[in-house]
């Protein structure tokens, strides 16, 4: 069922690195929960020769809460995230996101550096850590650099992180006062769905008008992206009915989903309007 | 949450000590700490593993298959292709054990030379492991030259359409001809008329297809597997040219079934090999080969024109069905039979024509699945029985009381159901167990639904169904009970036991039963069609009655009174209100041993024994009996992306007389579960044939997170035909879940949607529509 490959289990970040820059020509990937990877081998669009597992490696864990930034570790699972009061304080998008994410087997390993690299148009945590700013911390064995993860994603499965570099943290600045942070799932049924349609949208409000807007959106592109056309529709306003509208229709205008099993493009573009509409109407109703 | 009904005129003298009562049924334990092996769990020393090669598209002729290097390779015991079987075919008609002629439904065992449906078997392995088979899989070449195929019945019914087999695309027909249909018409206030679909439906059991297989030192082949029914020993043995007598099918509990492992699956393949190589041969299915390994539910298009008076009394009602039978036959014919005498569902309609069609296409086959048909027909008569009320502005239960029919009347079929018809008591309950309304908020809409059916249990009459029990009792008072029944989760062995224990006056803990080989157990026939427990439980109940009655009677010498003066409780042998004349039932027992007093009874009971209905007027005796009862929903449904949640569930069924009151509710939890996943979010889709949602990952059930507490209201007419008036839940307890979420659904966005899976996009489209026009 599987064809056969090596497994390194390293116990520190260099020694991950350097397993990972000493390819030599061969596959080699690194494996976190493996709830993507181990089923895109069995499915036998992944043919790795060598993994490299991150399990061992603590410093890719921990979430630090800093006056400015918060900032967690790559291997932080998906129900690190649901245990954590100050994540649901800073971040409601992403516990939400959470708190629907696959079940409770794919949450207790999934993790979210795995989710970011696995560039899956429908990957639940990316909108909303678009939507929060987010920054990737890259490492390889001769460098780390940091990247907007706005950046991050080139195309369908494409993205800018070099075959020998791990995602090591994701990190992002505190939301100002007089914030909304919230995001839709949108699935076929409520527990253990591939998205259909996300939304995640954050709005800050400050002296009567929008001072800052992003909404991001899954499963109707080649990569999870930000609608920036959207947010400039908001940025700067007073919001109105009207605008609002004509932010949700920027928004279904310039995605570009497909047809696929779980759902059409036409309901998907009806969808994205009707969702943006919505949660950018209720965190200007809350904050406003 | 279960509350019990009961009518207070049954009552009276009766007094059960261990049946009716929510005892921990004898399999829990050891399922619940994981010491209950599974079929797939029995190993062999110097066993090979099977793996089965499929054809990857639907509709095609095979041109080549080369299978050398895959024989080449080392560690492959055995490549079978139909090239080795000669012209070797398997039955997949309904097994008769009861010698009843059977349909000609032959289907090659592997194929020959054309391809009819995505995943027919090409060929077989047997290597020393599972990699090795996998590999030897890799190694077949085939090639597959398509031929024009049909995915859609309307097309294949159109003339030149291609043909699947034989001289038309036309598997069975099937018609109801009642009263004066034209003249109900001409009486009608209203017509109404309404075309309504549903799909496919994959069984989705827990434990895949696995069995293994070896021949024994007497040349019998015997199979250990995961099955509903052991008597397919019989067309097993046809299948292999051997005597019935040298294939024995030995059950273990079962996974989950549903109907999906009532045809044969894994048995022949097994058995072949294991012939052929003279080892022990195990075969399991992944998910992905069970969901193209087993016949599915057939889609069904229903027509209904329903003429009604201006007070909502139904005067003609016309239908026409069609159903998607697949690639073979299997047990197509006898679904639509089922749909045929469900089609007015639990309401007295004089004038009636129904029409019913299966059609063959290149689609996957379709057969058994709980419902067989009864639950299309409902998923239709009740959705319009909710528009007649819509369009007449009737109250939608008052609609419905004007119409049920009632203890005595004649059916479809003009057969009057012999127990109680409690239709109405159990919509009433069902309906005010919703309780308050929940307000709708913004886009949030909410609804409410309810559907009633008429379901049978019990196979066909022409059928002649019989099954067999055997009950002992110890030389230390406890008892055995030996049948072939198999036990698919449902609780069918532990309520065997229930049953004897309460004729022996013995406790649950002193009962071992022995079941499902097909060699050494009575035969009891199919665990299929809602039957387990009205044939095997009476026949169970039969067997004990013998052998209590010649205990009495020589307890009654003991104590020089009459027999009918013994009772028999808690593992005491006493006299009636007489306390000082007691003793403990081992002491009776040796007693009837010592003197050779028979200490055992084989029992067989027998169905009504009918014929085929009216070929013409489909007039006749269809079932024994029938089961009565209603489901009812509150739903949300959000109108700007079509999302509908299930709030509440409520389920009101008359069992008749419950044996296990948490047996019951388990079946109605779980079909209110199937229900809502058939409703809202099941899907098989197909192209060309080909399945396109072929994992749990595209083919989404309800989870935990969808499902809402679903509340089982249980009601006990003690009419039924079973043990102790029991009717029957397994198959009931589902049929009407579909049906009542969507009328909610339509309650909640003033459309309706005619066609299932209700999707979000499908709850839109309709929405659009609606304010386009
Ligand atoms: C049943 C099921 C349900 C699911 N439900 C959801 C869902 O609801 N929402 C959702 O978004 N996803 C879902 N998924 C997908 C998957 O669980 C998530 O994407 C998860 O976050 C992946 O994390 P992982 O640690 O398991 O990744 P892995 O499978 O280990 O890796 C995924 C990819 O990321 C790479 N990778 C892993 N760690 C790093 C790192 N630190 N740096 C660089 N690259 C790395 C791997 O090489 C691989 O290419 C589901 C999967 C399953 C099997």
């Known amino acids: 069922m599987y064809a056969p490959f090596e497994l390194d289990i390293p116990t520190t970040l260099d020694g991950a690195l350097a397993a990972l820059a000493n390819g030599g020509g061969e596959t080699v990937l690194p494996i976190a929960g493996g709830t993507n990877l181990i089923v895109d081998i069995r499915a036998k669009r992944e043919r790795p020769d060598r993994m490299v597992g991150l399990g061992e490696v603590d410093e890719l864990l921990g979430m630090e809460f800093g006056p400015e930034r918060i900032s967690i570790g790559g291997r932080t699972t998906v129900s690190d995230l649901l245990r954590s009061p100050e994540i649901a304080h800073e971040a409601p998008s992403l516990i939400e996101a959470a708190r629907l994410f696959g079940g409770l087997m794919v949450r207790n390993t999934g993790t979210v550096a795995g989710n970011i690299a696995s560039g899956s148009p429908a990957a639940d945590l990316v909108p909303p850590l678009l939507t929060l700013d987010a920054e990737l911390t890259l490492a390889s064995a001769s460098a780390t650099r940091t990247l907007a993860l706005d950046d991050y994603y080139l195309g369908y499965k494409q993205d800018a992180r070099r075959p020998d570099e791990l995602i090591t943290r994701i990190s992002w600045p505190r939301l100002p006062e007089n914030s909304a942070n919230t995001f839709y799932k949108l699935a076929r049924r409520k527990g253990d769905a591939i998205t259909v349609t996300g939304v995640a949208v954050t709005l800050s409000v400050a002296d009567g008008t929008c001072s800052r807007a992003r909404i991001a959106l899954a499963s109707v592109a080649p990569v999870v992206r930000r609608v920036k056309e959207a947010e400039a529709v908001l940025e700067g306003q007073a919001l109105t009915p009207a605008l609002i509208d004509e932010a949700a229709e920027a928004a279904a205008s310039t995605c570009t989903p497909i047809d696929d099993i779980r759902a059409s493009a036409g309901y998907r573009r009806h969808t994205v309007e009707a969702l943006t509409r919505r949660l950018v109407t209720q965190a200007w109703d809350r904050l406003a | 949450m279960t509350h019990t009904d009961m009518d207070p005129g049954t009552l009276a003298n009766v007094q059960f000590r261990q049946v009716g009562k929510p005892l921990t049924r004898t399999d829990a334990p050891g399922k619940v700490t994981g010491r209950t092996p599974y079929a797939g769990d029995y ?36 490549v079978l292709t139909a090239d080795d079987l000669a012209d070797r075919t398997a039955a997949t008609d309904i097994p008769g054990q009861t010698g009843q002629k059977r349909l000609d439904t032959d289907q090659p065992i592997l194929v020959r030379d054309r391809v009819r449906y995505f995943g027919e078997p090409l060929a077989l392995i047997a290597a020393e492991t599972r990699d090795i088979a996998d590999h030897a899989a890799e190694l077949i070449e085939f090639e597959l030259e398509p031929i024009p195929g049909v995915y859609d019945t309307l097309e294949a019914l159109k003339p030149g359409a291609p043909l699947v087999y034989g001289r038309d695309n036309i598997v069975a027909e099937r018609k109801i001809r009642k009263g004066d249909v034209e003249a109900g018409f001409a009486r009608a206030d209203l017509i109404v ?167 063959a296409t290149n689609n996957m086959y379709t057969s058994a699945f709980r419902g067989f048909g009864a639950l299309q027909a409902c998923a239709a008569y009740e959705q319009q029985m909710d528009e007649i009320a819509n369009t007449l502005s009737i109250d939608r239960l008052k609609l419905r009381r004007r119409n049920f029919l009632k203890t005595g009347e004649p059916m479809s079929t003009g057969f009057v159901p012999p127990s109680a018809i409690w239709t109405e008591q159990c919509a009433e309950k069902a309906w005010a167990g919703l309780g308050e309304p929940t307000a709708s908020d913004g886009p949030i809409r909410t609804g409410r639904g309810l559907a009633c059916y008429q379901q049978s249990y019990g196979r066909l009459t022409f059928l002649h169904d019989t099954s067999e029990a ?75 009655e013998g052998l209590r009655a010649r205990l009495a009677e020589r307890a009654a010498q003991e104590f020089g009174v009459t027999p009918d003066e013994i009772d028999m409780a808690f593992n005491e042998v006493f006299v009636i209100d007489r306390p000082e004349k007691t003793m403990p039932l081992v002491d009776l027992v040796r007693t009837c041993a010592a003197e050779g007093i028979h200490r055992s009874e084989l029992a067989i009971f027998r169905a009504p024994f009918g014929d085929f209905l009216d070929p013409e007027t489909g007039q006749g005796q269809a079932h024994p009996d029938y089961a009565y009862g209603a489901h009812a929903v509150e739903v949300s449904v959000d109108v700007e992306t079509g999302e509908v949640e299930v709030l509440k569930s409520v389920a009101a069924h008359d069992v008749g007389q419950c044996i296990n009151p948490a047996a019951v509710e388990g079946q109605i939890q779980g079909g209110a579960q199937n229900g809502q996943g058939y409703a809202l979010s099941e899907e098989m889709l197909y192209e060309e044939g080909r399945l396109v949602t072929p994992s749990f990952s595209e083919y989404l059930m309800p989870t935990a997170m969808d499902m809402p507490n679903v509340e089982c209201i249980i009601l006990e007419s003690r009419s039924g035909v079973g043990p102790f008036g029991a009717k029957g839940i397994g198959e009931p307890a589902m049929t009407a879940v579909a049906p009542a979420i969507a009328n909610a659904v339509a309650d909640a966005i003033g459309v309706r949607v005619f066609e299932m899976p209700i999707t979000p996009e499908r709850v839109v489209t309709a929405l659009q529509q609606r304010d386009a026009s």
């Open chain 2, 470 to 544: 055997w009950v002992g009792v110890e030389m230390d008072g406890t008892v055995v009970v030996r049948s072939g029944v198999t036990d698919i989760g449902a609780g069918q062995i532990s309520a065997l036991g229930q049953i004897a224990v309460e004729v022996l006056g013995v406790t649950l803990d002193n009962v071992v039963i022995y079941n499902s080989d097909s060699a050494v157990t009575p035969l009891a026939g199919t665990t299929t069609a809602t039957r387990a427990l009205y044939m095997t439980g009476n026949a169970a109940k039969q067997a004990a």
């Open chain 2, 193 to 359: 008329e309404n075309t309504y679909r549903t799909p496919f439906q994959e069984h989705a059991f827990l434990e895949p297809e696995v069995g293994l297989a070896w021949v024994d030192e007497n040349d019998v082949v015997n199979i250990r597997v995961s099955t509903q029914v052991i008597e397919h020993f019989r067309p097993i043995a046809d299948a292999l040219g051997v005597p019935h007598n040298k294939v024995r099918v030995r059950g273990a509990l079962v996974g989950g079934g549903f109907g999906g492992k009532e045809d044969l699956t894994v048995e022949v393949y097994l058995a072949l090999l294991a012939k052929q190589t003279g080892r022990p041969v195990r075969l399991e299915y992944s998910r992905e080969d069970s969901f193209v390994g087993h016949g599915k539910r057939h889609p069904f298009i229903l027509t209904y024109r329903t003429g009604v008076t201006k007070e909502g009394k139904i005067t003609a009602l016309d239908v026409n069905m069609i159903a998607d039978a697949g690639a073979y036959v299997f047990l197509s014919p006898y679904v639509i039979l089922y749909a045929l005498v469900a089609a007015p569902g639990p309401y007295r309609v004089d004038n009636l024509n129904v029409f019913a069609k299966a059609v």
């Open chain 2, 43 to 78: 190993v062999m020393p110097n066993m090979l593993h099977m793996r089965v090669l499929r054809a990857d598209i639907a509709s095609a002729r095979l041109v080549r298959l080369d299978v050398s290097k895959a024989r080449a390779l080392t560690g492959v015991a055995c």
